[in-house]
């Protein structure tokens, strides 16, 4: 069964580690991560982008997949299911579908316009015992195809969403989404202390985790981070996989072109890459 994120994420608050969610694009990626977190005993977020869940077809199917997959592998630790970087009319969407958990990304609008709109949503999300990620000041790179610099994110903005009753807080200190260039000039910790001093237990949100390195995220966890966002680590560790797979040949050889083997190796890649980001995070053990 879909829990809400909520209470994965006090205790890891409270315990100083940070539970990872791992976005979804397809059976395959579902199927790794579930199995991974149910191996390593840990609560595990499932992500979804509004594109991914195009590209799946829409959030029931995904709703049926999920569901399906949790009973069918017998998974017992807890797993929530999070619409990421959700719009308005997204939120609503998957609230109706069956999702336990959603972002509302308003870090676009005007702070006035983003705490009316968060306000709204957390009134629903409390109605029906669902968790609600909320964002503050841009986060860079791309997401879905809305380009960002690098920004940070005001702390009294963010108090002032925290105080709303959002479940947890997504704020920009210089991270950004994809690959990070050359000349990036890392996370923020400033900025991530000023914002903890201010939301308190608020859990906080750490996106684009794809390339941070290990000892600047044990720091942000010890700051109070205990969510992180991973998405391009395992789409870039399935295509290599897949990819070495193909060069070496193997598609060629006897029923090598079956999708099951064809992508076997890319999805034993994304389990092991969930599992190293999982024992970073600290996560392990503690479904
Ligand atoms: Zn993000």
């Known amino acids: 069964m879909l829990v809400s994120a909520k209470e994965m994420l006090t205790k890891a608050k409270a315990g100083k580690y940070a539970v990872g969610q791992f976005n979804i694009n397809n059976l395959e990626w579902t199927k790794a991560i579930l199995q991974t977190a149910q191996e390593l005993n840990s609560p595990v977020i499932l992500g979804v982008s509004e594109g991914a869940g195009k590209y799946m077809c829409g959030y029931t199917t995904i709703v049926g997949m999920v569901n399906g997959m949790i009973n069918e592998l017998g998974i017992t630790v807890p797993v929530a299911l999070h619409l990421d970087h959700g719009s308005y009319e ?96 890392g996370l923020s910790f400033e900025t991530l202390d000023g914002i903890q001093q201010l939301t308190g237990d608020m859990p906080l949100v750490l996106h684009g985790g794809t390339g941070i390195p290990a000892d600047m995220i044990k720091k942000a966890i010890s700051l109070g981070v205990s969510k992180i966002n991973v998405n391009t680590e395992c789409q870039l560790a399935f295509a290599e996989a897949t990819r070495k797979y193909i060069e070496a040949g193997k598609d060629l050889e006897g029923k090598g072109f079956d999708p099951r083997k064809l992508l076997a190796d890319g999805t034993a890649a994304i389990k092991a890459t969930v599992k190293e980001k999982m024992e970073l995070f600290g996560s392990v053990d503690k479904a």
């Open 90 to 185: 997204g939120a609503m969407k998957c609230i109706e579908a069956g999702f336990s958990s959603v972002m509302f990304d308003g870090s676009h609008y005007p702070i006035e316009e983003n705490l009316a709109k968060t306000k709204e949503l957390v009134e629903i999300c409390n109605s029906k015992g669902l968790s609600l990620e909320a964002e503050v000041g841009a986060i860079g790179g791309e997401e879905d195809g809305v380009v960002g610099s690098g920004e940070v994110a005001d702390p009294e903005e963010c108090k002032m969403i925290a105080d709303l009753g959002v479940t947890m807080l997504a704020a920009g200190i210089g991270n950004i989404h994809g690959k990070y260039p050359a000349n990036w000039a």
